[in-house]
């Protein structure tokens, strides 16, 4: 497996690529801070660790142009703490966030379970199609469309939708969603949970598909029509 590692603080490159390679994963680097997705798509690796602050360009940004082009696992390395540094990252779509400093066995701990679901990222040779009430989501894509328009979904996004698809008309609870998209229900709050749906109803509604996507309290999440 190759990991691609875009982290700027030479020390903190040595000591990861050394605890990887204990494992018998592969660790590229970028060419330069300037190069990074050229270099993404050079070595075309199974995931991306990734730091917030970087040369030229921040991490948010390198996250959202690798997503643009690829379902690759991606995971921040950063020493921003803060909840919304942390909400940027998933919403730009990362899968993971961990904060410096960090436990070499949590990072591992991370890596393999990423690589774990590393199949889900990779394209199909039929593209799957899910379909609702004349609604039409293409999970490869990260598309949707309904009556001749369609809207492109994050990752997170498209997730949730696959799974609202797939349940309907059954409610789908809160802690099947963290289990479903994040490793660990417990480092995720409630208001990431609430970010990712919001903006999955805000694109429904663009569509036209409006009052769709129903809070059932005290339960979790239902898709349907009235």
Not at 17 to 37: A, H, I, M, N
Not at 164 to 179: C, G, S
């Amino acid at each position: 497996m190759k990991i691609f590692l875009v982290e700027d603080d030479e020390k903190i490159v040595q000591l990861v690529t050394s605890q990887l390679e204990k494992y018998g994963y592969q660790v590229v680097v970028p060419d330069s801070f300037q190069t990074v997705l050229e270099t993404f798509h050079k070595e075309q690796p199974q995931l991306v660790l990734l730091d917030v602050n970087l040369p030229y360009f921040d991490g948010f940004y390198w996250c959202r142009n690798i997503r643009a082009t690829s379902l690759v696992p991606i995971l921040f390395i950063s020493s921003r703490d803060s909840n919304m540094d942390q909400v940027m990252a998933l919403e730009y779509g990362a899968d993971d966030y961990l904060v410096k400093p960090f436990s070499y066995e949590i990072l591992i701990a991370k890596v393999k379970s990423l690589l774990r679901r590393v199949g889900e990222y990779l394209p199909t040779q039929e593209e799957r199609t899910l379909t609702w009430e004349g609604l039409s989501y293409y999970p490869e894509r990260l598309e949707m469309s309904y009556l001749g328009q369609s809207e492109l979904l994050t990752k997170r996004e498209g997730e949730l939708l696959d799974l609202f698809l797939t349940a309907t008309p059954n409610i789908v609870r809160r802690e099947q969603i963290l289990n479903k998209l994040w490793d660990d229900e417990n480092f995720v709050d409630d208001n990431t949970l609430s970010v990712n749906i919001t903006r999955l109803r805000k694109k429904l509604a663009i569509l036209g598909m409006e009052n769709v996507l129903f809070t059932i309290r005290g339960q979790g999440y239902q898709l349907r029509k009235e």
